[in-house]
């Protein structure tokens, strides 16, 4: 993905070249931002051309207490399903971690977990205090407001193979590992999953311009 304003998701290979790109744009007839920013519907445009594909809500993110997933079907111009992301949420005072899971129209499901374990265990007694610190040294006007907990997501199908990595070191850094994947349903991950973990570079409307 690129820096400019509105953001582009970009491809590159694994030596650096550059391939094509596509921005997100918001539906101009999707109903309005819920308080909890789960509900979208936007088209990805690449450069030059006309939407290759569209990505709306079929179920918005419940309550903690409820423990429902947000459901976002992403589609062809012509309405012919790509497939299906789920992002399901550990529910109120239950151990779990944040899972999204893509389902190809064709193919094997994947589901990647925010962090791994290991990290998770680290970080709530020590991660979460410095989390806290660097937030107060924030509002003081002495700190950078950096320390956020672990993001690293590896998505792997159900023999454990590893499929898209999202690093979490860069907010901007995903990579295929798998040939064949449906480069918009990729695209349509990337701007969902930056629609909760938004990168400092996508300005005011986040990852989704006009």
């Known amino acids: 993905m690129t820096t ?8 590159s290979d694994r030596h650096g070249q550059q391939g094509g790109a596509a921005r997100l744009c918001r539906d101009v007839n999707a109903p309005a931002l819920d308080r909890l920013r789960s509900v979208r519907a936007f088209n990805i445009v690449p450069d030059g051309q006309a939407p290759s594909a ?15 997933p947000a459901v976002y079907r992403v589609e062809d111009p012509f309405g012919m399903p790509l497939g299906r992301i789920t992002l399901s949420r550990r529910r109120f005072l239950r151990f779990g971690r944040k899972r999204w899971t893509v389902e190809p129209a064709a193919g094997p499901v994947l589901h990647g977990y925010r962090g791994r374990l290991v990290w998770w265990v680290l970080w709530w007694p020590f991660g979460l205090p410095m989390s806290l610190l660097c937030l107060i040294l924030s509002i003081l ?42 480069p918009r349903l990729v695209t349509a991950l990337v701007g969902l999953h930056q629609a909760f973990e938004p990168s400092e570079e996508a300005g005011a409307d986040g990852w989704y311009g006009p």
């Open 141 to 182: 006007g002495d700190g950078d407001g950096g320390f956020d907990s672990p993001r690293r997501i590896i998505w792997r199908d159900d023999s454990g193979r590893a499929h898209f990595v999202f690093r979490g070191m860069e907010a901007d850094d995903f990579q295929v590992l798998v040939p064949g994947w449906d």
């Open 54 to 68: 569209r990505v709306v809500t079929e179920q918005a993110l419940g309550s903690r207490l409820s423990g429902r």
């Open 4 to 11: 400019v304003h509105p953001p582009a998701v970009a491809w």
